[in-house]
Each structure stands twice: as structure tokens, then as C-alpha cells.
């Protein structure tokens, strides 16, 4: 059976860095990064992202509704965010768990559904991610945006599994530890031979520019 769509939705400094060395949120990006955000989102079933992006977010992005005047509404129509995560605990005080969201828990490990009662669905992990993306897939899951942290998407580009990427170059060096693809322990090289496409670039403000690259 296939799998979804997988799409990386990112902003990057010029070296590779979603974050500042201190860590905790992210605030990379413009207002018309954001807006650009906005628009994948909203054509995507999906969301998901690690327990190190919840925790350091606290919440999850809310597709918003422009209208003519600028004037910003939440979207009733929202994706559905997975946290991929083995935690048994997480604080219910986060916004996250206000937000009006369905929210979905992807473990590799027996849950305790007492401590995740805000989750309205569990998954167990299939031994890859290409056996649990067919799960997905069988759930009506068809197209999903990978928002972070760095260890998910490394693996999910390990078994090869993304389709798109639609990153935001931000136009400034930041250095420090966090960069959306970990450094590996080997020089083992990976995917050498797989190559992308551009679908289509746009210029942002504040000189960033964002690129839609595509599988060949």
C-alpha cells in the first residue's frame, strides 16, 4: 500500500540552523514566512512533530483566515497535529492541549492512556517509519507535513520517505548546535544519488526566499 505524502515545512538560517544556540522557540522567519506557512498547512490532513518541538513551542501553528481588510480568524477547519513521542507524561498546561485541535500520539512503546487522555488517538510505531506511515495512510491520512525537531526528520530522510520540501531561507548566520538535519556519528553518506527538483521560488520580505524542491 502507499504511503502519504510527506512534505518538511522549515525555515533555515544561511547555516543550516532552526533555532538560536540558546534553544527554546523558534522565531525565524517573517510575517510573510508565516503566511506561507499558513497556505501549506492548509491543504495538508496532518501534522507532525517530535516531543522536543512541543516542548519547546508549547503549541502548535493554527491555520488562519485573511480576509480582505487583514482582519485574522482561526480556521475551523485545522490538521490534525500527531506527536511522535515515547513520554508517558506530558503537561496538560500547555497551550497545545487547549488548542482547538485533534490531536493524535505516535509511540513505539504501550501508552498509559490515564496520563494521555488528551490525545483522541494512539498509534503504536511499526518497527519503521514506512510501516507506520502506511498505518497513517489507512487512517485517511494522504498528505503530511513534517514540522521538526531535527531527529524526526533525519529519520524520515534515512528510509527516504519525503516527497517535498518547502524551506525558508532566512537570510542571516546564527551558528550553535541546532540545525534541522543532526550531524551524523559516521561519514557515512546517504541518499547521494537521490535528486531534487525545483517546483518554484519566491522572494519574501526581509530578503528571505522561499524554495519548493521536489523528488525526482
Known amino acids: 500500500m502507499s504511503i502519504p505524502r510527506v512534505i518538511i515545512v522549515i525555515a533555515s538560517s544561511l547555516d543550516g540552523r532552526i533555532a538560536f544556540p540558546g534553544g527554546g522557540e523558534s522565531h525565524l522567519g517573517s510575517e510573510e514566512d508565516k503566511k506561507m506557512l499558513n497556505q501549506h498547512l492548509s491543504i495538508v490532513d496532518a501534522t507532525i512533530f517530535g516531543l522536543g518541538t512541543l516542548i519547546a513551542h508549547q503549541s502548535t501553528y493554527l491555520i488562519k483566515n485573511l480576509n480582505d481588510n487583514d482582519e485574522v480568524s482561526i480556521s475551523k477547519k485545522q490538521p490534525i497535529s500527531i506527536v511522535a513521542s515515547n513520554s508517558k507524561k506530558f503537561n496538560s498546561n500547555w497551550k497545545y492541549f487547549r488548542q482547538p485541535i485533534r490531536r ?18 494512539q498509534l503504536f510505531f511499526k518497527d519503521s517509519w514506512s510501516k507506520t506511515l502506511i498505518s497513517l495512510k489507512k487512517q485517511g491520512i494522504n498528505d503530511l507535513a513534517l514540522l521538526g525537531g531535527a531527529k524526526l526528520i533525519n529519520s524520515f530522510i534515512k528510509e527516504d520517505l519525503i516527497t517535498d520540501i518547502k524551506i525558508t531561507i532566512i537570510p542571516q548566520i546564527i551558528g550553535g548546535k541546532y540545525t534541522w538535519i543532526p550531524p551524523e556519528k559516521t ?15 519566491k522572494n519574501l520580505m526581509n530578503n528571505e526566499i522561499h524554495i519548493h524542491y521536489k523528488k525526482i
Open 187 to 201: 561519514n557515512e553518506i546517504f541518499n547521494l544519488k537521490r535528486l531534487w527538483e525545483i517546483k518554484s521560488v
Open 104 to 121: 493524535w500520539l505516535i509511540s513505539s512503546s504501550k501508552v498509559d492512556n490515564s496520563s494521555n487522555n488528551d490525545f483522541e488517538k
